[in-house]
């Protein structure tokens, strides 16, 4: 999305995960847990189990217990209702956790609650390790939100750096194959036998060749005039490395220039097997 304003200003809305000037993540996920559904034990009628794996009492630890919200059929159920009253306590079975130090808790109406199939819903804050909203990455890649309400439009050198990315990590276009990044089908491939870091590398540096070619016949129409802090002038170097301690992790990097002299820096992780 953007939308020009004036002759060269231009803005998108800001989905980095990771703010290019400072190398510093943003956009940090909360971990909460928003309306995950539950069923009620057929036996006792009281402990929730998850209902997408109803072996499981709560899909994942609970952070924080003041902050578990309980729904029955849309309307919230506090846990001092008289009827639908619910407590929380330690699941003394669960032996799956990912860290030895995850606490496991179910939660456990007061009086049998015997609703024909209700629909029961939790909402709470869990850890990394199990959130589903950020997929344990502990950021997101979603639109930032602004204090004033609306999202975060970004420009410049940060605004370079999501073209880039987006170049690199979604480039498809059945019409003009030659500009597609073949990086997004590496993924979960097999490193030194289908792939080798060095394909990754060079699928890297080609998409950002290729933009950089078509940033320049762009900035040869008077009508698509750029600001020149989004513009690359020179790709200094691209990187794709093996993590030392996770054989399946790439780590690629690269590192960009504007036609202000300014640099930009690209970074991000790729799984492969
Ligand atoms: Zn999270």
């Not at 024909?116 to 950020?134: A, D, H, M, N, Q």
């Not at 590496?186 to 950002?208: E, F, H, M, S």
């Not at 060749?209 to 020149?228: C, E, K, L, N, S």
């Not at 399946?248 to 220039?257: C, F, L, P, R």
Request: hydrophobic residues 40%; glycine residues 6%; proline residues 5%.
């Amino acid at each position: 999305m953007s939308l020009r304003r004036g002759h060269k200003l231009s803005f998108d809305y800001n989905v980095l995960v990771i703010d290019p000037s400072t190398q510093q993540p943003i956009g940090a996920c909360d971990h909460q847990q928003s309306f995950e559904r539950y069923v009620v034990d057929f036996n006792d009628f009281r402990t929730l189990h998850y209902a997408g794996n109803t072996a499981l009492q709560m899909r994942a630890p609970i952070n924080g217990q003041a902050m578990v919200r309980v729904w029955i059929s849309g309307e919230e159920v506090f846990s001092n209702d008289p009827t639908y009253g619910w407590s929380i306590s330690v699941d003394p079975n669960r032996v799956d956790a990912v860290n030895s130090e995850d606490v496991f808790y179910q939660i456990r109406f007061n009086l049998p609650v015997r609703l024909v199939v209700p629909l029961i819903e939790v909402s709470y804050l869990t850890t990394r390790g199990y959130c589903l909203k950020c997929s344990a990455l502990g950021v997101l890649n979603d639109f930032k939100n602004a204090a004033s309400g609306g999202f975060v439009q970004i420009t410049q050198q940060s605004k370079l750096a999501q073209k880039g990315l987006k170049w690199i990590l979604t480039s498809q276009c059945a019409f003009y194959p030659t500009f597609v990044c073949p990086l997004k089908s590496y993924i979960g491939k097999k490193l030194g036998i289908q792939l080798t870091d060095a394909d990754i590398q060079n699928a890297v540096t080609t998409a950002l060749t290729t933009m950089q070619q078509v940033q320049q016949a762009q900035a040869t129409i008077p009508q698509q005039m750029m600001d020149p802090l989004e513009m690359i002038k020179d790709i200094k170097y691209v990187t794709a490395e093996i993590d030392p301690s996770d054989p399946t992790t790439i780590q690629v990097a690269a590192e960009i220039t504007t036609f202000s002299g300014t640099s930009v820096p690209l970074s991000f992780q790729m799984m492969v097997n």
